[in-house]
């Protein structure tokens, strides 16, 4: 974009040297033209502002007098002591008698005095009438050489009776000038785009924003702040701010008094939550600005935000004080997890289904520097293998058929700057297990189908049951994976091995219940408690919560838990007694079945076993006493016919 460039000139010559300076200019300025003396320079630099003059160049004294009246830098054109000299030569043959015309003092006068032999009186002014005095003084002291800048010098001169002598300066001069013109223009330019840009910010922040100088004077006051206080820009702009938000207190920072950082201040029915900001300059305050938002909106953002987390599933939702402690054992558990939780080490949970692993992970979690982060959880046994990969690691465009437009990012990359848990880690495949290994000790992952090497920033929890050590002795799973996860240890002990905890944990998960399902919650009889430490709860917390469930289900008060609990305890055990049997009718089966392979016998079960439980993987294990992880590690092995997992 062409530079626009107003050149004041107080001679005609000086128009044909400018056009023919800027023709060897690379990139060569719109030069507007107009005549103007000290104040009749004005309106004409005026017009040239309104016409799209981004910098004006005037002779030294018109530029000093215009600096005051336009909007632009103004750059004079700097006469050297040269041109002078010049014009003293020429004006000594007139008369040795001069006066110099200059708006500032001009050094050297005594050496030219001496080197011409003339005397030199020297007329300096600040504007016309300065001039015009200066001028006729120096006519009736007996000065006869008049030496001036511009063309009025020559003319007052002649009409006073005295000789006028212009002094006159070479291109280089008024190409520095020009130079210099269009640099300030474009720095004015890059300010001015700054300042745009810093206004739109400024008046699109959802905050809003009053700044006062340091006589508390309102100087910006932003769009959201007009939406908020209901007040207009214009009209608080100028005001001093105790006139209209005293409530606000940015006098009192400024004057040192109190300091603000996130207060509730009422507004007649407004609330809203405020920070003041002293702004510093020399360890001086100079001013102060003041940040605030309704706390309704806050109110609404904040549930906004919860509740997309909690969609996600990126919010971990237990704290260590889920855990009921009594017993020795879950009381050195809380105390590990809490010192485990400050390190960024991998940590290892070992332990049956049911016994709080995940709450423990998330737990953790809540204990770290990283709680702030998101929390990802990842059931790794539910997932096929190559679902399984994308879904840890990502994948770009195009990786695989179906695979979303633009990529998708892994669960690594989502847990950046907070926790991840692999729970029934030991189900991994193990060409994913090489692939998870790297990514343990590199700290870094690659998308399927992707080229770009990722950083993480990820704390790593892994889950596993018992099954992990028959399943590093069948080489099913990797050791050197192994001891990278293991490098904390927690073991989860059964419900059973810790019965101390199960009065305080019952009541809790019982109460929890009741206000679930809609009704008040009551105490568990003693009765209650003394039966529930009686049963083995094979599958831990989970078992014992469902049990709960049903008696807060069934059940009003404490008699109508009396009347009901033995009935309840006996169905649960007909249940599991039928599952054993079931199981040991299968075993007898594959036994008696000798006309086919072990493993067809093995398939034959399964399939008889999934039938009857339309396809519930947990109650399929159940009844075949293995694990969810075993169950599905022998559907693969096997290759039966793919079955939708059912939900826990």
Same mark, same amino acid.
Not at 128 to 142: I, R, S
Not at 152 to 168: F, P
Not at 291 to 302: A, L, N, P
Not at 540 to 547: A, I, K, M, T
């Given at each position: 974009?062409?530079i626009?460039i107003?050149?004041?000139?107080s001679?005609?010559?000086?128009?044909?040297?400018a056009?023919?300076?800027?023709?060897?200019?690379q990139n060569?300025p719109?030069?507007?033209?107009?005549?103007?003396?000290?104040?009749?320079?004005?309106?004409?630099?005026? /017009?040239? =502002?309104? !016409? $799209?003059? @981004?910098? %004006? &160049?005037?002779?030294?004294?018109t530029a000093?007098? #215009?600096? +005051?009246?336009v909007?632009?830098?103004v750059?004079?054109?700097?006469?050297?002591i040269?041109?002078?000299?010049?014009?003293?030569?020429?004006?000594?043959?007139?008369?040795p008698?001069?006066?110099?015309?200059?708006?500032?003092?001009?050094?050297?006068?005594?050496?030219?005095?001496?080197?011409y032999n003339?005397?030199?009186?020297?007329?300096i002014?600040?504007?016309k009438?300065?001039f015009?005095?200066g001028?006729? /003084?120096? =006519?009736h !002291? $007996?000065c @006869?050489? %008049? &030496?001036?800048k511009?063309?009025?010098a020559?003319e #007052?001169? +002649?009409?006073?009776?005295?000789?006028?002598?212009?002094?006159?300066?070479?291109?280089d001069?008024?190409?520095e000038a020009l130079?210099e013109s269009m640099?300030?223009?474009?720095?004015?330019?890059?300010?001015?785009?700054?300042?745009?840009?810093?206004?739109?910010?400024?008046?699109?922040l959802?905050?809003?924003?009053?700044v006062?100088?340091?006589?508390?004077?309102?100087t910006?006051?932003?769009l959201?702040a007009?939406?908020?206080l209901?007040?207009?820009?214009?009209?608080? &702009?100028g005001s001093?701010i105790?006139d209209?938000?005293?409530a606000?207190k940015m006098?009192?920072?400024l004057?040192?008094?109190v300091?603000f950082?996130?207060?509730?201040?009422?507004?007649g029915d407004?609330?809203?939550l405020?920070?003041?900001?002293?702004?510093?300059?020399?360890?001086?305050?100079?001013?102060?600005?003041?940040?605030?938002?309704q706390?309704?909106?806050?109110?609404?953002?904040?549930?906004?935000?919860?509740?997309a987390?909690?969609?996600?599933?990126?919010?971990?939702q237990y704290?260590?004080?889920?855990f009921?402690?009594k017993?020795?054992?879950?009381?050195d558990i809380?105390?590990?997890a809490?010192?485990?939780?400050?390190?960024?080490?991998t940590?290892?949970l070992?332990?049956e289904?049911?016994t709080?692993?995940?709450?423990?992970a998330q737990?953790?979690?809540n204990?770290s520097p990283?709680f702030?982060?998101?929390?990802?959880?990842?059931?790794?046994?539910?997932?096929?293998?190559?679902?399984?990969?994308?879904?840890?690691?990502?994948?770009?465009?195009?990786?695989?058929?179906?695979a979303?437009?633009?990529?998708?990012?892994g669960?690594?990359e989502?847990?950046q700057h907070?926790?991840?848990l692999l729970d029934?880690?030991?189900?991994?495949?193990?060409?994913?297990?090489?692939?998870?290994?790297r990514v343990?000790?590199e700290?870094?992952?690659?998308?399927?189908?992707g080229?770009?090497?990722?950083?993480?920033?990820?704390?790593?929890?892994?889950?596993?049951?018992q099954?992990i050590?028959r399943?590093l002795?069948?080489k099913?799973?990797?050791?050197?994976?192994?001891y990278?996860?293991n490098?904390?240890?927690?073991?989860?002990?059964?419900?059973?091995d810790?019965k101390?905890?199960?009065?305080?944990?019952a009541?809790?998960?019982?109460?929890?219940?009741?206000?679930?399902?809609?009704?008040?919650p009551?105490?568990?009889?003693?009765?209650c408690?003394?039966r529930l430490?009686?049963?083995?709860?094979?599958?831990?917390?989970?078992e014992?919560?469902?049990f709960?469930?049903?008696?807060?289900l069934?059940c009003?008060?404490?008699?109508?838990?009396s009347?009901?609990?033995?009935?309840?305890?006996?169905?649960?055990?007909?249940?599991?007694?039928?599952?054993?049997?079931?199981?040991l009718?299968?075993?007898?089966?594959i036994?008696?079945c000798?006309s086919?392979?072990?493993?067809?016998?093995?398939?034959t079960?399964i399939?008889h076993?999934?039938n009857?439980?339309?396809?519930?993987?947990?109650?399929?294990?159940?009844?075949?006493?293995?694990?969810?992880?075993?169950?599905y590690?022998?559907?693969s092995?096997?290759q039966?016919?793919?079955?939708p997992?059912?939900?826990?």
């Amino acid at each position: 974009m062409q530079i626009n460039i107003g050149l004041i000139y107080s001679f005609s010559t000086q128009v044909e040297m400018a056009k023919i300076v800027i023709e060897k200019f690379q990139n060569r300025p719109e030069l507007f033209f107009g005549y103007g003396i000290l104040d009749d320079a004005i309106p004409v630099a005026k /017009k040239m =502002v309104t !016409d $799209g003059a @981004e910098a %004006i &160049i005037a002779m030294g004294g018109t530029a000093k007098v #215009l600096e +005051e009246h336009v909007s632009v830098p103004v750059i004079p054109i700097r006469v050297g002591i040269l041109d002078i000299i010049k014009a003293v030569e020429i004006a000594k043959n007139f008369s040795p008698k001069i006066a110099i015309t200059s708006e500032i003092p001009v050094k050297g006068i005594d050496l030219i005095e001496k080197l011409y032999n003339v005397t030199v009186k020297q007329i300096i002014f600040t504007d016309k009438n300065d001039f015009l005095y200066g001028l006729t /003084k120096a =006519v009736h !002291d $007996g000065c @006869e050489v %008049i &030496i001036g800048k511009s063309k009025l010098a020559v003319e #007052l001169a +002649e009409q006073y009776g005295a000789k006028g002598v212009l002094v006159t300066y070479d291109t280089d001069i008024l190409s520095e000038a020009l130079h210099e013109s269009m640099r300030m223009a474009i720095l004015r330019r890059r300010e001015k785009e700054q300042y745009i840009l810093l206004e739109t910010i400024f008046d699109n922040l959802s905050e809003g924003i009053i700044v006062i100088d340091k006589n508390a004077i309102i100087t910006r006051f932003n769009l959201a702040a007009s939406h908020i206080l209901k007040r207009l820009p214009k009209e608080m &702009i100028g005001s001093r701010i105790n006139d209209h938000f005293a409530a606000l207190k940015m006098e009192a920072v400024l004057q040192e008094k109190v300091t603000f950082n996130n207060e509730l201040v009422a507004i007649g029915d407004l609330q809203i939550l405020v920070k003041n900001t002293p702004i510093v300059l020399d360890d001086k305050i100079i001013g102060v600005v003041s940040t605030f938002r309704q706390t309704s909106e806050i109110q609404k953002m904040d549930s906004k935000i919860r509740k997309a987390l909690r969609k996600k599933g990126f919010k971990a939702q237990y704290t260590i004080n889920h855990f009921a402690a009594k017993s020795p054992r879950m009381k050195d558990i809380i105390r590990e997890a809490q010192q485990y939780a400050q390190v960024d080490l991998t940590i290892l949970l070992i332990g049956e289904t049911g016994t709080g692993k995940e709450v423990l992970a998330q737990s953790i979690h809540n204990l770290s520097p990283r709680f702030r982060g998101p929390f990802v959880a990842i059931n790794c046994s539910v997932l096929p293998d190559n679902l399984l990969e994308s879904e840890l690691f990502g994948y770009e465009e195009g990786a695989f058929t179906g695979a979303r437009k633009g990529g998708k990012p892994g669960l690594f990359e989502l847990a950046q700057h907070g926790t991840i848990l692999l729970d029934e880690i030991n189900t991994i495949p193990l060409n994913l297990q090489a692939k998870l290994l790297r990514v343990l000790q590199e700290r870094e992952v690659m998308r399927v189908g992707g080229a770009q090497i990722i950083p993480i920033d990820v704390k790593i929890i892994a889950a596993a049951n018992q099954d992990i050590f028959r399943d590093l002795e069948g080489k099913r799973f990797r050791p050197d994976l192994y001891y990278r996860l293991n490098q904390l240890c927690i073991n989860l002990p059964r419900l059973q091995d810790r019965k101390e905890d199960i009065p305080e944990l019952a009541q809790v998960i019982f109460n929890d219940l009741c206000r679930k399902f809609s009704k008040k919650p009551f105490p568990l009889p003693p009765s209650c408690i003394k039966r529930l430490q009686k049963i083995p709860w094979h599958g831990n917390v989970r078992e014992l919560q469902n049990f709960l469930g049903r008696l807060a289900l069934l059940c009003e008060n404490e008699i109508e838990i009396s009347e009901n609990i033995d009935k309840i305890i006996v169905e649960e055990q007909h249940h599991y007694h039928a599952s054993r049997t079931s199981t040991l009718d299968n075993t007898q089966k594959i036994d008696h079945c000798k006309s086919t392979s072990l493993m067809e016998q093995e398939k034959t079960i399964i399939l008889h076993t999934l039938n009857e439980c339309h396809n519930n993987i947990s109650e399929a294990a159940r009844r075949l006493n293995i694990s969810r992880t075993t169950l599905y590690r022998k559907i693969s092995k096997l290759q039966l016919p793919n079955r939708p997992p059912s939900r826990v």
